[in-house]
């Protein structure tokens, strides 16, 4: 198992695809014969809506909040801005919580792309109808308890990073205007890029995989991929089609209209 493919590059091909949903035109979906969202299990698990007040509770979530913060201060509509006063403080307390409450959602809506009977359908035509099941009752087992803790910061730093880069492509459809995207992917921040935990902790899962004797982790790596290979083509692939960052973060114009942020 590739940890960094596992996570980055689903990261990555998602918040890609989530562009192409959001932009495509009429007959290029027509064209499609085939919608991968090879989203990672953490951010569709039935709890995936509590990853979002995790994820911008942790070192780089604060980071991403906190720049979040700075762009609304430098976007804000001067005349409004001395209308509807803020501190500082103030203004980085409500960007920190429009992150987590529209994340939450976000996370919620995308859940819904994903078809749980089609899931259960695709793990008995694999012949592991209880992989599921059988990968959270692994959870358990020490060997994997560490694997699982160890993962836990990178998978909340995706989580934290797919929120933002959304919110970056939401305001660009809505034409609202950001003094810069948010983002590091989009904005080419170094700070945060460097900040970004993900590469040095994939690093050390890798090692840990290869080091550990362990059956019971070797089983949870096996079933999770398992699983994951199913969830990549159980999701609706009308619901896909209906879905982006518009309607993942519905009333996210309002969140920053009343920071004195708004369109044209």
């Known amino acids: 198992m590739h940890v960094r493919r596992s996570f980055a590059g689903w990261r990555i091909a998602f918040v890609l695809a989530a562009a192409w949903v959001a932009t495509a035109a009429p007959q290029m979906a027509a ?6 969202v090879p989203l990672p299990l953490n951010y569709v698990d039935p709890a995936a809506g509590a990853l979002a007040e995790a994820a911008f509770s942790q070192p780089y979530g604060r980071l991403l909040a906190a720049e979040f913060a700075t762009v609304i201060g430098e976007s804000a509509d001067p005349q409004c801005r001395t209308t509807a006063a803020a501190t500082k403080d103030q203004i980085a307390e409500r960007a920190r919580g429009i992150l987590q409450r529209r994340g939450r959602q976000m996370f919620e809506k995308i859940g819904d792309i994903y078809d749980r009977t089609m899931l259960f359908a695709k793990l008995v035509a694999d012949g592991v109808p209880n992989a599921d099941d059988e990968r959270r009752r692994l959870r358990n087992d020490p060997a994997v308890r560490r694997y699982v803790a160890m993962a836990q910061p990178m998978v909340l730093a995706g989580a934290a990073g797919l929120v933002v880069e959304n919110v970056d492509r939401y305001a660009l459809i ?8 948010i983002g590091p992917m989009a904005s080419g921040d170094e700070k945060l890029l460097r900040a970004d935990p993900s590469d040095e902790i994939s690093e050390k899962l890798e090692a840990y995989i290869t080091a550990s004797t362990s059956p019971a ?7 999770t991929d398992l699983v994951q290979r199913a969830l990549n083509q159980s999701y609706s692939r009308e619901m896909a089609l ?15 209209a009343a920071l004195c942020v708004t369109g044209p």
Do not use: H, N
């Not at 809505?174 to 995207?181: E, G, T, W």
């Not at 518009?246 to 309002?254: E, M, P, S, V």
């Open 31 to 36: 064209a499609q014969t085939r919608f991968d």
């Open 174 to 181: 809505l034409r609202i205007k950001l003094a810069r995207p």
């Open 217 to 223: 982790l070797q089983r949870y790596l096996e079933l």
């Open 242 to 256: 209906k879905s982006g960052p518009i309607q993942w973060l519905t009333g996210l114009d309002t969140d920053l």
